[in-house]
């Protein structure tokens, strides 16, 4: 009786092991976790080898504990293992109508817990069996307990190679990052397939950020569609391992960021790992990651990651934030806060109030690409190549503001509304994208809403998502708006100041833009100072050049080496910097970085042409250039002196003659217009302020790095 039952015993062993292996094997392939034949067997081998270990197992220790010779531990041991056939109809797709739709969901969980109930009933009864039964020796125990060692050997075995080919067919990242446009916005990134691991070392340092950004890849070809949610899982190891999970919806016209806080990090942390699926896996799943397993996605879709970019909390070193906003076009003169006639800026000179103000700030030169370049770097045009007809590059042993900022953990962004004309000025590949984690050019002249935002509206929303994408971690935003560099009529300046019968004149039409634009200006302030990460902003407006209208009510405005054209607005506000009203100092566009570093604390490593304003700055005579031949110009506290050098911007040799061409007295031009020439009378000032730009020319002209 003894030997039909122990024969029973291990067909029903057999049976039931093979069941829950091909049962394991179907639920893990139906979860991609089960990929060729050679996987397929191991992990039903596997599993199989694991249950005849537990059961085998089992034996060993009711045979240690009681020992006996009676067949009804084997009998109700073999009832056990036939619970296993409750499997049957889950392995035969047979439907089942279940009570719930829940349970749809977690039908095979439905079908193990069956299976567990009923084996867990017949264990029992065996272990009962055990117990009445007539007792013998427990030398028998060895063999079980061999028998069960070889099982978990042989599971051991098939584990491993399972989990070898899982991992040689795991889909992989694109090794080397490219720059992707989405939208109007450029980001390094990487291809990234569904299912693949991406694993990252980490830095130790205080009140650590992570920020990803999301895409779909730009033209993927026919047979892939786009997605419009993914979900991302994020494993950040250190003293301790957490993981987070996030659904994202993929934004069609620009990267979609998320943002791991200093809050959710753990101490310590060192490594993080990243994968994404189209669905979102169930929580059991978290049992196979000790075993370095995640699903292999049967579909081809692929998404673009750019990061995860190690950014620092603003409140770790108590170091501010950044806004840079350069409004092409505006002129100091055109500013209510300084005395134009005309209330064109009633939200910057609400600002002003709580700032520091530099009524007397200066263009290197009046053109975008020199003027910003000078601003991002504190050097002069002849020194980063951005002047005339010549667009740089900036050398690789010069730095701009983005990135010494971003090496100091700054998240970076610049909207610069390149792509508005044919000109491409300040686009992706022109070197001012250096720096920045995000580069977007675009302009919308037209919204694709109806009732959405225009031009340089437009590109202020984007950059008020942005700000509030990242106000937990310190950012430097670059904004550059061209709304006043061509001012034209638009319904959207309405009324503005046009009179009330007649066509506007260009100086109205530019007056009633600069005042729409100041309330852009001043829903975006109000956004920064009432949000999250106001207390640590601080604010830069200002202008690459002004438009100069002193040549009559009816004309167009025209642009070079006047006062009206280089005489910009600056405007400095921030937690760090008190509220000192009209600053007497002359400056210039190149002190905007030195200020910057300073309020950063970092800086370069080479001399730059700008100092900082807020430690201690001593008055300097701004000097600016325009055009080919060269002229230069220089500003003092009563005389503008221009001069022609007769030199081609970064020439090796003067190709023209040189000369003279006006002094004249600001203060009294103010009153009396810029047409009285002062050169005749004062020979003196004429050689003196020839001499120091011959010797300013000659400092310079070799500065430029090739």
């Known amino acids: 009786m003894v030997a039909v039952c122990m024969a029973l015993y291990m067909v029903s062993l057999g049976l039931s092991a093979g069941l829950m292996g091909v049962f394991a094997h179907e639920v893990l392939d139906e979860l991609g976790y089960v990929h060729g034949l050679e996987s397929d067997v191991m992990v039903a081998g596997a ?3 694991a249950y005849a270990c537990v059961q085998l197992l089992y034996m060993a220790v009711v045979r240690l504990l009681k020992p006996t010779r009676s067949p009804g531990p084997l009998f109700a041991e073999t009832l056990s293992h036939l619970a296993a056939l409750a499997f049957i109809p889950y392995l035969m797709d047979m439907a089942v109508k279940w009570p719930h739709p829940v349970l749809y969901k977690v039908e095979p969980l439905v079908y193990l817990a069956g299976f567990g109930a009923v084996h867990a009933f017949f264990k029992l009864a065996s272990f009962y069996a055990a117990i009445r039964g007539k007792p013998c020796g427990r030398f028998w125990a060895l063999g079980w307990l061999v028998a069960s060692m070889l099982c978990a050997a042989t599971g051991y075995w098939a584990v491993i190679q399972w989990l070898g080919v899982s991992r040689a067919v795991q889909p992989q990242a694109a090794g080397a990052e490219h720059h992707y446009r989405v939208g109007g916005q450029y980001a390094a990134a990487r291809a990234v397939p569904e299912g693949a691991v991406v694993a990252y070392g980490l830095s130790d340092y205080p009140d650590p950020c992570l920020t990803l950004r999301w895409a779909n890849v730009p033209d993927p070809g026919a047979e892939v569609e786009p997605l419009e949610r993914i979900h991302v899982s994020i494993t950040i190891e250190g003293e301790e ?6 659904a994202l919806t993929l934004n069609p016209d620009s990267w979609r960021g998320l943002q791991i806080s200093a809050a959710s990090m753990p101490p310590k942390a060192r490594r993080c790992s990243i994968l994404w699926q189209k669905q979102e896996p169930p929580a059991w799943h978290r049992l196979l990651e000790p075993l ?32 840079v906003i350069v409004a092409e076009g505006l002129g100091a003169a055109h500013v209510s806060g300084f ?15 709580h700032a520091m103000v530099y009524p007397e700030a200066y263009t290197p030169a009046p053109e975008a690409e020199a003027a910003c370049m000078s601003l991002l770097t504190g050097v002069t045009p002849l020194t980063h190549g951005y002047l005339g007809s010549s667009h740089g590059p900036l050398g690789e042993d010069r730095e701009t503001l983005a990135e010494v900022l971003q090496a100091e953990r700054y998240a970076t962004a610049a909207f610069t509304e390149g792509e508005a004309t044919g000109e491409g000025d300040l686009v992706f590949g022109s070197g001012f994208e250096r720096g920045f984690e995000v580069f977007d050019a675009s302009y919308r002249a037209a919204a694709s809403d109806p009732d959405g935002p225009t031009g340089s509206a437009s590109t202020l929303e984007r950059v008020s998502q942005w700000i509030d994408d990242h106000a937990d971690s310190k950012f430097l935003v670059f904004v550059r708006l061209r709304e006043l560099r061509e001012p034209r009529w638009e319904e959207r300046y309405a009324p503005g100041f046009a009179p009330d019968e007649g066509e506007p004149t260009p100086r109205d039409v530019y007056d009633s833009a600069v005042a729409y634009l100041d309330g852009e200006l001043g829903a975006l302030i109000d956004h920064i100072r009432s949000g999250p990460a106001g207390h640590h902003v601080c604010l830069v407006v200002t202008s690459a050049y002004g438009l100069d209208f002193s040549a009559g009510r009816d004309a167009l405005p025209v642009v070079g080496l006047t006062e009206d054209s ?8 921030g937690p760090q910097l008190r509220r000192t009203g009209r600053q007497p100092h002359r400056v210039s566009l190149e002190d905007v970085a030195a200020t910057l570093f300073s309020l950063a604390h970092t800086g370069v490593g080479y001399v730059i042409d700008g100092r900082s304003l807020v430690e201690n700055p001593q008055p300097k005579d701004p000097i600016s250039m325009f055009g080919s031949p060269l002229a230069l110009s220089l500003r003092s506290d009563q005389w503008r002196y221009s001069w022609q050098s007769g030199w081609r911007p970064f020439a090796e040799e003067p190709t023209d003659p040189a000369g003279d061409v006006e002094l004249y007295d600001v203060k009294q031009a103010e009153k009396q217009g810029y047409k009285r020439d002062a050169m005749r009378a004062r020979h003196d000032l004429v050689a003196q302020y020839r001499a120091r730009l011959k010797t300013y020319l000659k400092r310079h002209r070799t500065g430029v790095v090739r």
Not at 241 to 246: A, G, I, P
Not at 299 to 317: D, I, T
Not at 318 to 323: C, K, L, Q, R, T
Not at 339 to 353: M, V
């Open 241 to 246: 391992t957490r993981k987070r999970s996030f």
């Open 566 to 573: 280089l005489r910009v607005p600056l405007i400095l506000y």
């Open 339 to 353: 005395g134009y006639e005309r209330a064109t800026t009633p939200a910057l000179d609400g600002l002003a109030a």
């Open 47 to 49: 599993v199989a080898c």
């Open 292 to 323: 370095g397993l995640s699903p292999i996605a049967a579909s081809n879709a692929q998404v673009l990651l750019s990061g995860p970019f190690e950014h620092e909390g603003r409140g770790a070193s108590g170091e501010p934030s950044f806004v």
